[in-house]
């Protein structure tokens, strides 16, 4: 399995702390794949996963897998900080028909790269799916060296890697690696990045603002792709537009499940409706 393109993470609209906005989620799917997207990636940082109840985790994982409905693949993340909940989780994602997991390093407790290689050697062979890695520094506070990328290919099960560091040495460094696995997928985070990574070798992108507006972000990356350096500079131009709007909505001054659960929902149905009334390219 190997995954092009743009894959969304998908926001967790709440209602309240612990219950899920079915009808928002919906017509947020809808929204999304109407786009033209890749994929759908459940339960990441965008999705506020570590915020969320491991009940409310199941249920966006059923909803999702169940409305999609095999039309794109959807990708689960399973970061925890204990190995059986990972487990756990993996395996209500398989059950529900989800097609990949994704997998940043355990938080809170700091861990050395032999640590991490040997929590991703002992986890990857008991999954009931293929799995990401998922290399988040910024929030994990630690870095999948490029050493332990490699000799995680090792691991016939790890199929790829979304890159969230903004380094685009680190990038170089991971895209050497590719001819030793050529069916792995690297993917890039940051939306400012994405038609850069895609032109060096990159496969796509897991890019927050396609939440609200997929069609420029798919159009960025197929330009990319083609090489269309002309089409690529006018739609970096609209993209330069979203991503303040998109900073603010996915930097929320605290998490949706904290606050009370309504903050994401409502704020991204607002700036939703703005966008598509200003901006036609965002459609």
Known sequence: MMIRGIV???????????????????QL???????????LFVLGTTGEAPSLSYRLRREMIERTCRQVAGRVPVLVGITDTAIVEA????????????RALVLAPPYYFPNSQPELLEFV????PELPLPLFLYNMPSHTK???????VRRAMDLPNVIGLKDSSASMIYFHQVISLLPA???WSLLTGPEELLAESVLLGGHGGVCGG???????????YEAASRRDLARKLSLAGALAVAIPVVTTIMAPPASASLSGGCFTTVLV???????????RIFQ
């Open 210 to 220: 396609a939440n609200l507006c997929p069609r420029l972000y798919v159009d960025l």
């Open 8 to 26: 969304p993470p998908i926001v967790t609209p709440l209602r309240a702390r612990d219950e899920l906005d079915v009808a928002g989620l919906e």
């Open 121 to 124: 050697q002992h986890l990857a």
């Open 181 to 183: 696995r050529p069916d």
């Open 269 to 279: 149905f607002i700036i939703l409706w703005w966008l598509l009334g200003h901006f």
């Open 142 to 148: 630690t870095i999948f060296e490029v050493d332990t």
């Open 29 to 39: 799917i809808e929204h999304i794949l109407a786009g033209g997207v890749h994929g």
């Open 87 to 98: 487990e756990h989780l993996a395996d209500f994602a398989a059950d529900a028909g989800a």
